[in-house]
């Protein structure tokens, strides 16, 4: 990790302490409480000796720069307060990043790339999505490098920052995967953190309707957002991240709706299973009534037409009793099955408490 602010080892030490941070010495890094938030969990901050780069293991963050770390604490980017703390007499040389600083260190990209996707909206368009849309996501036709002639969609993290991107297949290819993600899709929460013309849309769907809809993949959330369900969070997969998960549980909501592709045509419904595996993980933090499954009318959302999420939305409003009761007599059929790991089998317990 490159020290951006050059600052001494002894200096990051002495800032830290003086702003309340009870440092453990770790060897190359540091322990320590959350102080920017009152917190007292001595093991919550990894804090690297030679850069100050952070993170926060409580919320899952990515590591971030030490300036972020005194903005946060401080409540301000100003630059003349932060600057007290950055003086001549404790500027070192430059150090370069080992091999595991690297490996710790989450790639951001620049903003500007995002001057190279070309608004060519005529695949989504012809699936009923409109230009708002597209546009408050900020995706657009990649013409060159990893991501051509794909689709892309910025990923933003928690500071504004783009932490990744993902991207649908817009040509004719053999054997391409219909998605490409570049970055650690594990950490991504999207597109909670996206701002643009309609602002923070999505922290204010969720925070009006105190509720969340998890589906699969960015197909599926356009074609919710077309429909006005704004409360929706993508997965990228078949799994709930742990970093989703926490998340999840920092947000203040009464329900959260599992919606991942029904593939009832198949002989495997794998969306199915995969919503009951991520239901019974929801219940060792969440209470019952929070949590419920509903799939999609189609195989996805992406097939859905205006009457199809009609009839959805009605579906996903039976009571939280009944839908369990379905849950239950699948969870058994999976665990008759051997489908369903020792670790989440137990909690059928929990849901038979409830339902019978």
């Known amino acids: 990790m490159v020290n951006e602010t050059n600052l001494h080892p002894d200096r990051i030490k002495e800032i830290l302490e003086e702003l309340g941070y009870k440092l453990v010495d770790r060897g190359r890094y540091w322990q320590s409480n959350a102080a920017f938030r009152n917190g007292d969990n001595a093991t919550a901050l990894q804090i690297w000796k030679n850069s100050g780069v952070w993170r926060d293991f409580v919320s899952q963050s990515a590591p971030l720069p030490f300036s972020k770390l005194l903005e946060t604490h401080l409540g301000t980017n100003s630059k003349t307060i932060?600057?007290?703390?950055?003086?001549?007499?404790?500027?070192?040389?430059?150090?370069?990043?080992?091999?595991?600083?690297?490996?710790t260190m989450e790639k951001i990209y620049e903003e500007s790339l995002l001057e190279d996707l070309f608004p060519h909206?005529?695949?989504?368009?012809?699936?009923?999505?409109?230009?708002?849309?597209?546009?408050?996501?900020?995706?657009?036709?990649?013409?060159?490098?990893q991501m051509y002639q794909r689709f892309v969609f910025p990923i933003y993290n928690e500071y504004g920052q783009i932490h990744g991107f993902s991207g649908r297949d817009m040509s004719t290819r053999?054997?391409?995967?219909?998605w490409k993600h570049l970055g650690r899709k594990t950490k991504w929460i999207y597109p909670y953190y996206v701002e643009g013309d309609k602002g923070f849309a999505v922290q204010q769907a969720i925070e009006k309707h105190?509720?969340?809809?998890?589906?699969?993949?960015?197909?599926?959330?356009?074609?919710?957002?077309?429909?006005?369900?704004?409360?929706?969070?993508?997965s990228f997969g078949l799994d709930i991240s742990p970093k989703l998960l926490c998340h999840l549980n920092s947000l203040d909501v009464d329900r959260i709706i599992v919606s991942l592709n029904n593939d009832s045509d198949k002989s495997t419904n794998r969306g199915a299973r995969a919503s009951v595996k991520n239901y019974l993980k929801l219940l060792n933090h969440f209470d019952f009534e929070q949590l419920s499954i509903c799939l999609p009318m189609k195989n996805d959302f992406g097939e859905m037409k205006g009457e199809d999420f009609v009839f959805w939305s009605s579906k996903c409003e039976n009571s939280v009793k009944d839908n369990a009761q379905s849950i239950l007599s699948f969870a058994q059929k999976m665990v008759e099955s051997k489908d369903l790991p020792v670790s989440l089998a137990k909690n059928i317990k929990i849901l038979r408490s409830h339902v019978t």
């Not at 932060?82 to 490996?103: H, I, M, N």
């Not at 368009?125 to 013409?143: E, H, N, Q, Y």
Request: hydrophobic letters at 35%; aromatic letters at 12%; zero cysteines.
């Open 82 to 103: 932060l600057g007290k703390y950055f003086t001549d007499d404790y500027v070192s040389a430059p150090k370069e990043a080992t091999q595991d600083d690297r490996l």
């Open 121 to 145: 909206y005529s695949f989504y368009k012809r699936k009923g999505i409109s230009d708002p849309v597209l546009k408050f996501l900020k995706g657009g036709l990649a013409t060159k490098g």
């Open 174 to 178: 053999e054997n391409v995967p219909k």
């Open 210 to 234: 105190r509720s969340v809809i998890i589906v699969e993949s960015i197909g599926d959330l356009l074609n919710l957002l077309e429909h006005g369900f704004y409360n929706v969070l993508v």
